[in-house]
């Protein structure tokens, strides 16, 4: 937006060097991206925001700058001097929609001249790039780009019995346009008519019928107040935007009215002669909110890291048109001016007030935020040591990515059906509907992490990537036993995996992730944690038979699951969930010092049925180990020629070592023969 420099003086006391009040009024918030010299004399190219329109025009740039160097602002004067002949004998203003136009003002001046306007109006327009058209059309421009507000002039003659009045547009009217377009007006348009038709698109532009030109003696100024999306939506709806509809579709002020129209009527009369008549029809459809806050120079010190005088907060906000009432020491009471009414937004609960750190800002821009020390922010909450489910969390999370696992977040919500299709820790708890949910897809509460990261899987299946490893750590939902209305669900935490496809590249040795692989992932994941889960076939649904296990803890209750997708798309799919609690670890972890001596390593391969699962045989073990075993695990399964159909080969290795002694090879080799004798016994192959 330009903005003359020269005309700002009128108002204010400026310093000599531009570039000067370009940067204090780029670090108040009006960044002034250029200026520049012509032969109308300097011109700064502000950006003002949407939110500022009080800063479109002349005198409310020239109010920032007076608070920001501490000058007076020098108000334009607006009091015509008028004639016996009361404004109400020629002219009458009705509001048929208050909601479009809460505020209508009207002066009527008779006997104007129309010409060419003196130079310095002709310069002032024409330094900000407005072409200067006439005497009374360049003030009505001049106005709206001194005060913010938008003028329009009516030739009072074309004005059906003298009347103005507001109201939607009727079906079939239409209007041409002071651009000389012809308009096909909607019902939803506001526009602005006298006794038989419409005459002006309401805070838009004037009609070509009723405009001012040569012959026109008697003018009626129209300065209102139009609501922003009634303007809004006529101007899109016809493809125009105009100075006044730029200014009325942000927000104008709605108490200037009447001043407006009182100083376009002191410089037509000046420039242009006639009679301005006694009075101003102001019609008020609405009174205008006032917007209240609270500010306390505590909380604003406390809010910006720097102490700011009561003295400069009073000065700054005073200037600014804020109104304040001291509330003690430190605290005022603070109404916003009527200029700044759509920047301050009142809070959705009583009382309605505005946020006080909308206050701070106003006081910290005009400080200046270069002003204001650089500082970390403080970080709330304890500085005390993580409670024992964030270490736990914490752990799940750095171990699963160490194991190649990539986290996924995903909704709360979930397909109805989704939910169904895969297994619960607590399936008879019945899914939470949601009461308004976004779409069917997430329409009730999760119940289990599984279906989520089932589906980030095939979306990464489909899309070729040649593996996939997810895990979540999130919260799911169940009812909550005896539940009562209000009651929360039960909301445990639980860690979901999945995995599929086939790592690897042409010059490395590629391998398939299967069931091992994620069971893997799981035990070692417990082992971290100081638990022990063991394995129990099972059928789950949404898992493909004889996949499927339960995990439980300390053979006691099921704080997991595990198996296949039973269906494809593309590669096989492995999924797994667990219980955070479950992997509590009920005792600290006991740690024994290595030997001093080598152990000696030993493996054992026995048949036996497929459907033994490696838990009874790891608890076997466990009960027939002699002292000196110090450690054992599954080293490999084989299914194949030369094993008997419905049987596998285990091959587990076993590792002996004693802490006072080197053991001999032959007390490992009597002790594998008896514990392989036990084991055949026990779990052999029998065809």
């Not at 927000?251 to 009215?257: K, L, M, R, V, Y």
Request: charged share 25%; hydrophobic share 40%; with cysteine.
């Amino acid at each position: 937006m330009k903005l003359s420099l020269d005309w700002l003086r009128d108002y204010v006391e400026l310093p000599d060097d531009p570039r000067e009040l370009g940067r204090r009024l780029t670090q108040a918030g009006l960044a002034v991206e250029g200026i520049e010299e012509g032969e109308n004399g300097t011109v700064l190219d502000v950006d003002v925001t949407t939110n500022r329109p009080d800063c479109m025009n002349h005198l409310g740039m020239a109010r920032e700058a007076a608070v920001l160097y501490g000058k007076p602002l020098r108000r334009p004067p607006a009091a015509p001097a008028e004639s016996s002949e009361p404004v109400e004998n020629a002219a009458s203003v009705t509001i048929d929609d208050p909601v479009g136009c809460p505020r209508y003002a009207a002066r009527v001046i008779r006997g104007v001249r129309i010409g060419p306007s003196p130079e310095w109006l002709r310069r002032r327009l024409e330094a900000i790039g407005v072409r200067s058209i006439s005497n009374v059309v360049d003030v009505t421009n001049f106005v709206l780009w001194e005060l913010g507000q938008p003028i329009h002039a009516f030739d009072l003659a074309k004005l059906e019995e003298g009347r103005i009045v507001v109201r939607r547009a009727r079906p079939g009217e239409a209007l041409v346009t002071l651009d000389g377009q012809p308009r096909e007006l909607s019902p939803e348009m506001l526009v602005i008519a006298d006794a038989a038709r419409p005459v002006a698109l309401a805070g838009v532009m004037g009609g070509a019928d009723s405009e001012v030109n040569g012959e026109t003696r008697d003018i009626l100024i129209e300065s209102a107040h139009f609501d922003r999306k009634s303007v809004r939506r006529t101007a899109r709806g016809l493809g125009m935007h105009t100075d006044a509809s730029h200014r009325f579709e942000r927000g104008a002020d709605p108490e200037i009215c009447a001043e407006a129209a009182s100083r376009a009527a002191t410089l037509i009369a000046e420039l242009a002669g006639g009679e301005v008549l006694a009075g101003t029809i102001d019609a008020r459809a609405a009174e205008v909110p006032v917007r209240r806050g609270r500010l306390e120079l505590a909380k604003l010190n406390a809010f910006a890291g720097v102490e700011v005088a009561a003295a400069d907060v009073e000065r700054w906000l005073v200037g600014l048109g804020f109104r304040l009432e001291s509330r003690g020491e430190g605290a005022w009471e603070v109404a916003v001016p009527s200029w700044r009414l759509y920047d301050f937004e009142p809070r959705p609960e009583p009382p309605h007030e505005i946020y006080p750190a909308d206050l701070y800002e106003e006081v910290l821009r005009i400080l200046g935020f270069d002003a204001i020390p650089t500082t970390l922010p403080a970080l709330p909450g304890s500085d005390g040591p993580q409670s024992g489910s964030q270490r736990r969390r914490t752990l799940v999370r750095r171990h699963l990515a160490a194991a190649g696992y990539a986290e996924a977040v995903h909704f709360a919500f979930q397909d109805p059906a989704a939910d169904a299709a895969f297994p619960s820790l607590r399936p008879e708890a019945r899914p939470l509907r949601l009461a308004n949910p976004l779409s069917e897809r997430y329409a009730v509460l999760r119940r289990s992490l599984v279906p989520n990261l089932v589906e980030s899987a095939r979306f990464n299946q489909r899309r070729g990537a040649a593996a996939v490893r997810l895990f979540e750590v999130a919260t799911v939902f169940y009812e909550s036993p005896h539940a009562r209305d209000n009651e929360l669900p039960d909301q445990p935490e639980h860690v979901g995996l999945v995995c599929g496809g086939r790592l690897g590249s042409p010059w490395e040795r590629e391998v398939d992730l299967d069931l091992f692989d994620l069971k893997g992932a799981v035990e070692s994941l417990a082992e971290a944690l100081g638990v022990r889960l063991e394995a129990r076939p099972a059928a789950l649904p949404g898992l493909l038979p004889g996949s499927a296990a339960e995990l439980l803890r300390d053979g006691g209750a099921v704080a997991g699951f595990f198996g296949q997708v039973a269906e494809q798309e593309g590669y096989p799919l492995y999924v797994a969930e667990v219980a955070l609690d479950a992997l509590a670890a009920q005792r600290d972890l006991e740690v024994e010092l290595p030997s001093r001596v080598p152990g000696i390593a030993a493996d054992l391969t026995f048949t036996h049925p497929l459907a033994t699962p490696w838990a009874e045989i790891r608890q076997a073990i466990e009960e027939l180990k002699p002292a000196e075993l110090v450690s054992f695990g599954l080293e490999a399964r084989y299914r194949g020629p030369g094993v008997p159909a419905g049987a596998v080969n285990t091959t587990v290795h076993f590792l002996y070592n004693a802490q006072d002694r080197s053991l001999t090879q032959d007390e490992v080799n009597a002790w594998q023969e008896d514990l392989a004798g036990k084991l055949r016994e026990r779990f052999g192959w029998r065809g």
